[in-house]
Antibody, heavy 116, light 110 residues
């Protein structure tokens, strides 16, 4: 059964860059696309973007100018970088697998707080 | 403001049935599959329904999904206290070229 495990820095200052990585265990890496989704405290879910094993990306228009996603197929890992952080980027960030029209499963989530 | 519209909250008594609606448009629900997720406090969302009305392995058959036009619904029968959670709908949006979510519905079992 596939599992996603994610990690990255949890406390950042304004203008810094968020960097998170998600590792995929127990399943194929190719043939799927890999998503990043975030959830501000007490609020709903926001899709950030996706990447496939070939490195083809698709970003949310609202975040496109600040987002970079990458993959490392040798390690079955994919990563998210979000630059020029502000307090509005404070959220729990999730990685998740996509196939067809389904997103599942999800990683455990990483709380990223942006504060000076 | 979320692209998909859900009621902020619903409530019902134990052993009863409740439905949660999700309204979208022709570019998302009207054209693509709807997924439903259950989120417990402090946890990642869990897939409940996919492709409008399919149940993942291990999910209770008390949960069911349906779709008509640009709206979808999640029904939960024989309510239990453990069903208290926030429920989200999601679909791919062809116009935005991305995934969109509902704002979430908090279910309270009275």
């Amino acid at each position: 059964q596939v599992q996603l495990q994610q990690w990255g820095a949890g406390l950042l200052e304004p203008s810094e860059t968020l960097s998170l990585t998600c590792a995929v265990y127990g399943g194929s890496f190719s043939g799927y696309y890999w998503n990043w989704i975030r959830q501000p405290p007490g609020k709903g879910l926001e899709w950030i973007g996706k990447i496939n094993h070939s490195g083809n990306t698709n970003y949310s228009p609202s975040l496109k100018s600040r987002v970079t996603m990458s993959v490392d197929t040798s390690k079955n890992q994919f990563s998210l970088r979000l630059n020029s952080l502000t307090a509005a980027d404070t959220a729990v960030y999730y990685c998740a697998r996509g196939t067809g029209e389904v997103i599942d499963p999800w990683g455990q989530g990483t709380l990223v707080a942006v504060s000076s | 403001q979320s692209v998909l519209t859900q009621p902020p909250s619903v409530s019902e008594a134990p052993r009863q049935r409740v439905t949660i609606s999700c309204s979208g448009s022709s570019s998302n629900i009207g054209k693509n599959a709807v997924n439903w997720y259950q989120q417990l406090p402090g946890k990642a969302p869990k897939l409940l329904i996919y492709y409008d009305d399919l149940l993942p392995s291990g999910v209770s058959d008390r949960f069911s999904g349906s779709k008509s036009g640009t709206s979808a619904s999640l029904a939960i029968s024989r309510l239990q206290s453990e069903d208290e959670a926030i429920y989200y709908c999601a679909a791919w949006d062809d116009r935005l070229n991305g995934w969109v979510f509902g704002g979430g519905t908090k279910l309270t079992v009275l």
